[in-house]
């Protein structure tokens, strides 16, 4: 696969130009761009002219198309955490909780997606395993507004149970209460356990302070 074209004869922008290649970049070997005496610009990406110089390499430009992916999964749950602002600003207020730890844990649990259902059966934007639904009076885990009133009712008896010791109740939430306990109050050393409270709470940090999250 190769292109060899001339912004000049194309009527587009050097920079129009490059974006519009940066998947072909990203698949190839990079783009390569030679100026001729008379300023027309050709870009290549199988240069076989050894005047052609690097203008982007492909690990560039497959770092690049990480970061407009990455902004636009961020974009998503920043848009979707805008339409359940405000039932979450209540349910926390409700139950005594941070709106802010409430949203760390949506956003790890479900990304906002009221009709999420994982393997194992857990639903809802707060991903409610059956058993606790039943436990808190959920009727339907798939409507958000029961979802997030029983996920924020268990999150806040973890707190009460961990004398509100945020890891605790974050991984009690992901691996049960009954698994902190077994391992002396400290965060069970299950793979996803480990690496899910440090996720929720980077949210959590975000969401308090606005910082980016990684």
Do not use: W
Not at 159 to 172: E, G, I, Q
């Amino acid at each position: 696969m190769a292109f060899h074209c001339s912004p000049r004869l194309l009527g587009l922008s050097l920079l129009a130009l490059i974006s519009a290649m940066l998947p072909l970049a990203a698949a190839a070997a990079g783009i390569y761009v030679y100026t001729a005496e008379d300023g027309a610009v050709s870009l290549s990406n199988v240069p076989e002219d050894p005047r052609y110089k690097v203008l982007l390499s492909d690990e560039t430009a497959a770092v690049d198309s990480l970061a407009r992916r990455s902004e636009r999964r961020v974009g998503r749950v920043g848009n979707a955490k805008a339409r359940y602002d405000q039932v979450v600003a209540q349910t926390a207020l409700a139950y005594g909780l941070e709106s802010s730890l409430l949203h760390a844990v949506i956003s790890a649990e479900s990304g906002y997606n009221p009709a999420a259902v994982s393997p194992k059966g857990a639903r809802g934007l707060m991903q409610l395993m059956p058993a606790t639904a039943l436990r808190y009076g959920v009727a339907d885990a798939l409507d958000p507004v029961q979802n997030l009133q029983g996920g924020a009712r268990y999150l806040r008896d973890l707190l009460k149970m961990f004398n509100s010791d945020k890891r605790l109740a974050v991984a009690a939430y992901n691996a049960g209460e009954n698994a902190v306990a077994r391992y002396g109050n400290q965060i069970p050393p299950y793979r996803e356990t480990v690496s899910y409270v440090p996720k929720v709470m980077r949210y959590y940090e975000h969401y308090q302070t606005g910082s980016e999250t990684r």
